[in-house]
């Protein structure tokens, strides 16, 4: 379908200047000194233990890992396949692509994980995947799950008068849903700018896809 094609190329501008700050990040992130001020800002950024935090970090560790996530999409994408939506399946399948891309740098950046200076705080045991490379690492699945998930929503439902609002209220929600991977002990400040980044520069395709199923 040439539309798919030209929604990719027009989204490609949007997409690059994120791309290039995610490998700029990952370059910078194996600097020891740089190294060593993630670890201090990042303890610094997890702060005291609280109960109530405690909770709500446990309640997105679940909400947004990938054994949850990647079913509810693929659900998604199949009943806007069914209803005829093909453009607007695309757009949400385009998160598909984002996790493959996240397993395969997580497998090539070989980092300490953030639990080796960070304290970590759990309730229960989270879902996983088995394979340590991937529960951890560089960049943060959860945060570029998180960032994509809500942005989608954000630019699906809401009129275009208002997008700015709303998006601007949608990143603060992210920021602080992102902040709690910090908290429990996850990841890193690094870790979750990176995963941000990742998120950032898969948005633009789903947006221009998004657009071609509403023209």
Known sequence: ???????????????????????????????????????????????PDEQPLTVLGDITGWLFSGQLLLPAALVLCLVLLLRGRVLLAFSAGVIFPL????????????????????????LTISPGTGIRALEHGFPSGHAARIAFAIGWLALLLTPRRYRWLVLSGMLLLTLFVCWTRIY????????????????????????????????
Do not use: C
């Open 1 to 47: 379908m040439p539309t798919l094609w030209q929604a990719a190329a027009a989204s490609m501008p949007a997409s690059l200047l994120p791309a290039l700050l995610l490998a700029a990040v990952g370059v910078l992130g194996a600097i020891p000194p740089v190294e060593r001020w993630n670890e201090r800002v990042s303890i610094f950024l997890q702060g």
């Open 99 to 122: 996790i493959a891309v996240e397993a395969i740098l997580k497998l090539l950046i070989d980092r300490p994980p953030a639990s080796a200076y960070l304290r970590v705080r759990v």
């Open 184 to 215: 429990v002990g996850d990841h890193s400040l690094l870790e979750i700018v990176a995963g941000l980044l990742l998120a950032t520069a898969f948005l633009p395709l789903a947006a221009a896809l998004m657009a071609l199923a509403r023209g």
